[in-house]
């Protein structure tokens, strides 16, 4: 049979794979990633040349590799989202013969017979059209690229990842880094160069312009609609695993291509745990349910915490320790402004975290506030879920946080044990105005009374009947 294959590939030459069809159309524009790169090459310093490369493909097993996901400094600045490429910006246009040009991509080559067995590839002329780059390359090419690296003025790169295998094909990420460190004469990574890429991304993405902010409230609201569904779903013989999958239903169903961090869906114990993955046990009883599950949306990120009773009631333990952390929140939410210092969010969530459980008898000292609530209470968020931003400086128009006060009581802690096992995060994602904020996640109720009354309706769910094996 192999040999028949082989011969047949000898006498028919393989058809192109043709574009795809049916795509979803709100997709960012190219117009969207030309204006990032504009923004970009301002933040440049005079005779500087910034190099972004792809992230590597990773092994999931064997010959198989996990699912691609696009490195998001190189999907911002140009929408591509294949592997085996760099981006080359210079801040002035250069010459080279006839050309001019302020950049070059360099890319994956097509390849009918690979793309047969992983799928499409943009190509050169692909990427010259949907991209609107004008200057692009295969990858093969970067090596007889004419530039000189060295005489820039100030490189700028980011951290350039060691522990590629050393697959020498010439448009192999591995071979583009090989390249490109010969070029440019480094021996070791040069911490100005990277601090510089770190520091223009981090101001260009914090702000989110609005073709973003369209991505983000899709994201955001479709996490809360799959929140609210699990909320109905939900009861004390469903397992963790299938909560997590009705999330990533209706994820998919609302077109978002994953979630945008692997899911954290625990109950009782598992709830205490800050980022629980295994999901796995077979029942949740009568216990809270954790969930912090988000979905990415063309790249966008949501980062939504709900906490539910699987039985539909909060036990008066239970619902003390969600009073505080949802106390927590409106008190960190006054705060949600521009010009308002990160640290102060902090600081407020902490403060009355510590007060909520001196009350209770449950701490005697708000100096011991962290055995119960050992993280921060928000992060910026984007493309990436924990998103690139300043977090020492003060809260600026357009950003987007997480608001995410929590307290976890793990078995043994020293307290009365009927607080034992109780773990409550409460998570939403605020978008920060001149003189207040928006919840972008409002539409999963967060009221202990309300999320009662979701969870008495009755989901779509609770009717699929399967095969027993
Ligand atoms: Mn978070």
């Not at 996490?223 to 609210?228: D, E, G, K, M």
């Not at 745990?273 to 966008?300: F, T």
């Not at 209470?377 to 977090?391: A, Q, R, T, W």
Request: net charge negative; proline share 4%; aromatic share 10%.
């Amino acid at each position: 049979m192999k040999q028949f294959l082989l011969l047949f590939a000898f006498l028919f030459t393989i058809a192109p794979i043709e574009a795809q069809e049916n795509l979803p159309t709100d997709y960012l524009t190219k117009e969207f990633h030309k204006g990032r790169r504009e923004a970009f090459r301002n933040l440049m310093p005079p005779n500087s040349v910034a190099v972004v490369f792809s992230y590597p493909e990773r092994v999931f097993s064997q010959d198989i590799n996990y699912n691609y996901h696009a490195n998001p400094d190189l999907y911002y600045l140009t929408g591509y989202k294949e592997p085996d490429a760099v981006l080359v910006l210079f801040k002035e246009s250069q010459t080279t013969g006839n050309d001019t040009y302020n950049e070059v991509l360099f890319v994956r080559e097509r390849n009918a017979a690979q793309e047969t067995w992983t799928g499409r590839r943009l190509g050169v002329e692909g990427v010259k059209a949907k991209l609107g780059f004008t200057a692009v390359y295969n990858g093969k090419g970067f090596s007889s690229f004419a530039i000189d690296f060295k005489k820039f003025s100030k490189l700028i790169y980011d951290k350039i990842p060691t522990d590629l295998s050393g697959n020498n094909n010439p448009g192999h990420l591995h071979a583009l880094l090989q390249t490109f460190k010969a070029k440019a004469g480094i021996i070791q990574e040069d911490k100005t160069a990277v601090d510089l890429f770190i520091k223009i991304t981090t101001d260009l993405r914090e702000i989110k312009t609005p073709e973003e902010m369209v991505l983000m409230r899709k994201t955001v609201t479709l996490s809360c609609i799959a929140h609210n569904e699990v909320m109905k779903a939900v009861g004390p013989n469903m397992s963790e695993n299938e909560a997590d999958g009705i999330h990533a239903y209706i994820h998919r169903h609302y077109g978002a291509e994953d979630e945008g961090y692997p899911p954290i869906v625990g109950a009782g114990a598992n709830g205490c745990i800050l980022h629980y993955g295994e999901n796995n046990a077979s029942k949740m009883d009568n216990q809270l349910l954790l969930m912090d599950v988000g979905s990415e949306y063309h790249g966008y990120s949501a980062d939504v915490t709900r906490t539910v009773p699987a039985n539909g009631k909060f036990s008066e333990e239970q619902k003390a320790i969600y009073q505080i952390v949802y106390d927590a929140q409106e008190e960190v939410f006054k705060l949600c402004k521009e010009g308002t210092p990160f640290q102060d969010i902090n600081k407020k969530a902490k403060e009355v975290i510590a007060n909520g459980l001196i009350k209770l008898g449950i701490i005697t000292n708000a100096k011991e506030v962290s055995k119960y609530y050992p993280h921060s209470c928000s992060h910026f968020l984007g493309l990436d879920v924990h998103d690139k931003g300043n977090y020492m400086s003060k809260l600026k128009e357009n950003m987007i946080i997480t608001v995410e006060p929590g307290i976890y009581i793990p078995a043994n802690s020293n307290c009365d044990k009927k607080w034992w096992n109780i773990g409550v995060r409460i998570e939403d994602d605020i978008l920060i105005q001149k003189d207040s904020f928006e919840n972008l996640s409002a539409a999963s109720p967060r009221k202990w009374q309300e999320v009662e009354a979701l969870a008495k309706q009755k989901s779509t769910f609770n009717d699929m009947k399967f095969p027993k094996i």
